[in-house]
């Protein structure tokens, strides 16, 4: 079995965001998962949050 490892960092600039870390979190679990095939395997799929400038 193989197993890989993606780090992607996602930088977002404007308003202040309303939504709680863990609802950022789950939006971006949920949005990226739907982009894998399951016939590949399901992703395990983890969320860091760092906010800055707040």
Same mark, same amino acid.
Not at 5 to 30: F, H, L, P, V
């Given at each position: 079995?193989? !197993? @890989? ?5 996602? *930088?977002?600039?404007? !308003?202040?965001? !309303?939504?709680? /870390?863990?609802?950022?979190? !789950?939006?971006?679990?949920?949005? #990226?998962?739907?982009?894998? /095939?399951? *016939? ?5 799929? @983890? #969320? /860091?949050? @760092?906010? #800055?400038? *707040?």
């Amino acid at each position: 079995m193989e !197993e @890989q490892i993606i780090t992607i960092t996602i *930088r977002t600039k404007g !308003e202040t965001c !309303e939504m709680s /870390d863990d609802a950022i979190r !789950e939006w971006y679990e949920q949005h #990226v998962a739907a982009l894998f /095939d399951p *016939r590949y395997g399901t992703p395990a799929i @983890q #969320v /860091d949050v @760092q906010r #800055v400038g *707040r």
